[in-house]
């Protein structure tokens, strides 16, 4: 048998298996919702609904103990939307069965270890006692105490404390306007994060490469190639488009160790109709890039680019003091067997090389319209 409690009016009902609340709730019309308070989300039961709770027993229990064999256990302990508290199951004393001051006593602290902590079991507490309730401040503060009244004082007095503390720190606000703030401060902090992603590269990416276009014209129709070359300095080749890396390259060609004819000549087979690869091999050779300047001559198929890159890698070479003797002679005899090769390629067009490396590079006849004339030049450097 089973009885459910309110107030001072009970119901004794048959247990049977999970429906027992329901049959409950159908005997009592104004009962309309019975939760277990202790089978509830942690996010839903809140500090003040919990405290709350626990201090049923001074009104509800305290009366009833000596009268009833009353149950602590949490899965006994239901509450209604009025947060008003019922004990599921109770029942009276058989023979030779009391009251116990100390068992009750001890099954209210480990319920409300249980409620407050939650790091154990209710039959934990009951069972390991005190030790167990001693692990956390404040109920090491309710193990020490004597009588289920004082346990009641204290805890209403860390409610009090509690509820204060959330006056202080917390506003409740209407649960509709929160969202749609949360969902428009997403949204404004989506713009922001565009916004800042956009400035940023603007004043990192767009902008500098707007004004190295700007400074590098002015500085083109000044006739200040330096100037040119200084400010193309930090934008990558890539970057470039066919105007600017023509001006860029006729730059380096003006800053070049070369004659005003050897100059005039290179500069009249280039133009924005050039092959882009042309342009890209005089700006990498300005920079000193040779190994880049090769290979562009190479896809190219212009000997007389490749043979004037080497010459250059030569010259770069023989000033170059941290070589070592061993290593710079090295570099050099190979280089020059490369300038050889390619000198004498140039004189013999026709002649088939019987080296297969050669013989790839004979292939391609000396083409004036992209190079300019480079004999003069190549007898200059030789």
Known sequence: MITISQGQTCYDIKVNQDNTVKEVLKKKENITIIQNLFQMDSETVSVDLTYRELLFAKPMVIEKKQSYQISLNPENIFYDIHNRVFLMERDVYGRGEEYSEEKFLMQYKSLIGYALQNRYSFADY??????LLRKDKFLAQIADLSTVEEVIACMYEEYKKLVEHDKKTKVLVNKKTY????ILLGFTSGLLGLSIVWIGFTLFYTRPYENAVMNANRNYLEKNYSGV???FQKIKLERLSVPDKYILANSYIQCENLTGEQKENIMNALSLET?????????????LDVKMAEDIAQQVSDNDLLLYAYLKEKSIVEEDTALSGNEKETTLEGLQGKIDKLMELLKNPEKVDEDK???AVSEKQPK???TGSLDDIVDTKS
């Open 357 to 359: 490396d050669s013989e």
């Open 126 to 131: 009951f069972e390991g006692g005190i030790d």
């Open 229 to 231: 070359i200084d400010s």
């Open 179 to 182: 969202r749609r703030k949360r």
């Open 275 to 287: 092959n882009e690869k042309v342009l890209d091999y005089w700006i990498s050779l300005g920079k």
């Open 368 to 370: 004036e319209e992209d």
